[in-house]
């Protein structure tokens, strides 16, 4: 039996629970208090409300989807409880880490993966990385380049900007107008032709363009939602020497699964940079009709041991 | 020092629905005449769409996207 860790609305999670049908427990951790969990020193055991029962004994891997639910933001008595049992399940997964690493096959929790940086001096020892640099002096950089875009390194949304709190995508900036004081990333903008993301599991790849010229701004995840971005995502076949040196960045980060976000000079892909790899990044969408073997690649490698 | 004005807040946006849960991977699934109950999350109200599912996963009528 395999543990799914999700929250209600993630939709991928529907996906894999309709695949794996009775061989997944799926723990939503809004919903915390309609499962019943144990553990003790010997193990541990978790049910929810259908009668299907993991332990320590019987669970096969744990696949740990990104989305954490917001669960009640009034602090009180309901948001300490789902704490403890939150700090519970997270026990339970550092065990069977501990025990075999090879039953996470996504693991949220190995942040190194997620460095950056780290990925950009690997990555630039593959394929071309456009210059960047991480400053709170911006000011002292006016003139290095001309054509800056600001992006975010965590994702992490700004508290306090509203009902959705507001986030950074890829956004062109004029340097001279940057406060000093406040971390920023910068990278040189670049023009290309279309946005490139490859998901690569467990040494496939699974390439996929988008012609920016369908979007306005340089970030496609602010069309997200309209049909020129959703609908328009080419599965496309990379070049064996692109897919090699993939290959390469994904082992020298010790990443079995990940999402490569590039920039491609031409929709042949014979020309691209490196942007980033999301070690937990989104891909069903890129498969909604599970047709083009990237759902199926993907659930074999989750439930892989 | 320069006059820098922009900080972070100045060139943030609100954030796009989250692909994870976007309208074409919804539509997939709803083609495929999935069991809401087998997925653990029946009835539920998801961030994709307000669609609401009867006790045997059929989506209501009224679609109230």
Redesign the interface.
């Known amino acids: 039996m395999h543990l799914l860790i999700s929250s209600v609305g993630d939709v991928t999670s529907d996906l894999i629970c309709e695949r794996l049908a009775e061989d997944v427990l799926r723990l939503n951790w809004e919903r915390w208090n309609e499962y019943s969990i144990e553990l003790d020193k010997k193990g541990f055991r978790i049910a929810d409300c259908f009668g299907r029962v993991v332990t320590e004994k019987t669970i096969g891997n744990i696949i740990w989807r990104k989305p954490v639910a917001t669960v009640d933001t009034e602090p009180g008595e309901f948001w300490y409880c789902f704490h403890e049992f939150k700090n519970a399940v997270e026990s339970i997964i550092s065990q069977i880490r501990l025990e075999n690493q090879r039953k996470i096959p996504i693991d949220p929790l190995l942040n190194a993966t997620a460095d950056k940086f780290k990925q950009l001096r690997v990555a630039s020892q593959h394929l071309t990385v456009p210059p960047w640099r991480f400053t709170t002096t911006p000011s002292k950089h006016i003139g290095t380049s001309a054509n800056v875009v600001t992006k975010s390194v965590t994702g992490q949304p700004i508290p306090g900007t509203g009902d959705f709190s507001k986030v950074i995508y890829t956004t062109t900036v004029d340097p001279t107008e940057l406060a000093d004081g406040f971390p920023w990333f910068l990278q040189q903008e670049i023009q290309a032709t279309h946005d490139l993301t490859v998901v690569y599991v467990g040494g496939q790849h699974f390439a996929f363009t988008l012609d920016r010229n369908l979007f306005s701004g340089m970030d496609w995840r602010k069309s997200i939602g309209t049909d020129e971005v959703d609908e328009s995502w080419q599965a496309t076949t990379l070049p064996k020497e692109l897919t090699d040196s993939l290959s390469n960045i994904m082992n020298a980060l010790g990443l079995r699964f990940g999402r490569i976000d590039l920039l491609a000079f031409n929709s042949s892909c014979d020309d691209v940079v490196f942007l980033e790899v999301n070690p937990n990044g989104q891909w069903a969408w890129l498969d909604p009709f599970l047709e083009n073997g990237l759902f199926d690649a993907v659930v074999d490698f989750l439930i892989s041991r | ?2 006059t ?6 100045s ?19 709803r ?2 005449g ?2 809401r109950a ?4 029946t009835p ?1 109200m ?3 769409t307000t669609q609401t599912y009867n006790s045997k996963g059929q989506p209501n009528d009224k679609d109230q996207d």
């Open positions: 020092m320069t820098s004005q922009l900080t972070p807040k060139i943030a946006v609100k954030p796009s629905a989250a692909v994870h849960v976007s309208l074409p991977e919804y539509d997939a699934k083609q495929l999935v069991d087998m997925l653990h999350t539920v998801t961030r994709a």
